[in-house]
């Protein structure tokens, strides 16, 4: 089983960065693609990106493409989500999940989840 921890949340403003990290218990994260979602107050889990497992292809949520960038270290065992020009609507909690499948959008067909970092971008 695939524990996942992420971090690099915190509290930033508007317009600012940030990159967060899924750091995995296994050393063989190469096997899975990789996603990260995010969830705000109130409302339901969203997909935010995802990476295949050998990196070659990636897919983003319309609502972050341009800004927002995964890529993954195979070597670190780490996935990471590059946030730029952060906006108050991203303000949420941060999740990574692995599938051993290929790249997918949807929360129901991830395997395995982090407990999340928090996320809070100020106007």
């Known amino acids: 089983q695939v524990q996942l921890v992420e971090s690099g949340g915190g509290l930033v403003q508007a317009g600012d960065s940030l990159r967060l990290s899924c750091a995995a218990s296994?050393?063989?994260?190469?096997?899975?693609?990789m996603g990260w979602f995010r969830q705000a107050p109130g409302k339901e889990r969203e997909f935010v990106a995802t990476?295949?497992?050998?990196?070659?292809?990636?897919i983003y949520a319309d609502s972050v493409k341009g800004r927002f960038t995964i890529s993954r270290d195979d070597a670190k065992n780490t996935v990471y989500l590059q946030m730029n020009s952060l906006k108050p609507e991203d303000t949420a909690v941060y999740l990574c999940?692995?599938?051993?499948?290929?790249?997918?959008?949807?929360?129901?067909?991830?395997?395995?989840w982090g407990q999340g970092t928090q996320v809070t971008v100020s106007s």
């Open positions: 999940a692995a599938r051993f499948e290929g790249v997918s959008r949807r929360t129901t067909e991830y395997d395995y």
């Open positions: 296994e050393r063989t994260l190469r096997r899975y693609a």
């Open positions: 990476i295949s497992r050998s990196a070659g292809s990636t």
